[in-house]
């Protein structure tokens, strides 16, 4: 089970982190990552963080603004993002997968069906 917690209603140019405990597996084992979704859109990919923590992955458009992590003793994920734009305002979703190809292949990384956990979702407002 994931549970995403941290959105909330923020500034351009604000930061916030958002929170994902794990909970019911090994969170160790798992590749860990963001997805985001705006209304009328697709979800999208944001970042992704390999089991050990070492290699991270991110979506250009926040490339350079948001930084992935994970605590494997606390089984959390967190997603710092900085100088947000209101283009990021969207619910937030953290996953969990077990497929290894997500860090070797763009195409598998990008979709979300090759993830197999999925937290609520937490609401990121971005006004301008």
């Known amino acids: 089970q994931l549970q995403a917690s941290g959105g909330g209603l923020v500034q351009a140019g604000a930061s916030l982190r958002l929170s994902c405990e794990a909970s019911?597996?090994?969170?160790?084992?798992?590749?860990m990552g963001w997805f985001r979704q705006a209304p009328g859109k697709e979800r999208e990919f944001v970042a992704l963080?390999?089991?050990?923590?070492?290699?991270?992955f991110y979506a250009n458009a926040v490339k350079g603004r948001f930084t992935i992590s994970r605590d494997n003793d606390n089984n959390a994920l967190y997603l710092q993002m900085n100088s947000l734009k209101p283009e990021d305002t969207a619910v937030y979703y953290c996953?969990?997968?077990?497929?290894?190809?997500?860090?070797?292949?763009?195409?598998?990384?990008?979709?979300?069906?090759?993830?197999?956990?999925w937290g609520q979702g937490t609401q990121v407002t971005v006004s301008s």
């Open positions: 019911g597996g090994t969170f160790s084992s798992y590749v």
């Open positions: 996953t969990a997968t077990n497929t290894r190809a997500t860090m070797s292949s763009l195409r598998i990384r990008l979709t979300p069906t090759n993830y197999d956990y």
């Open positions: 963080i390999s089991m050990s923590g070492i290699t991270a």
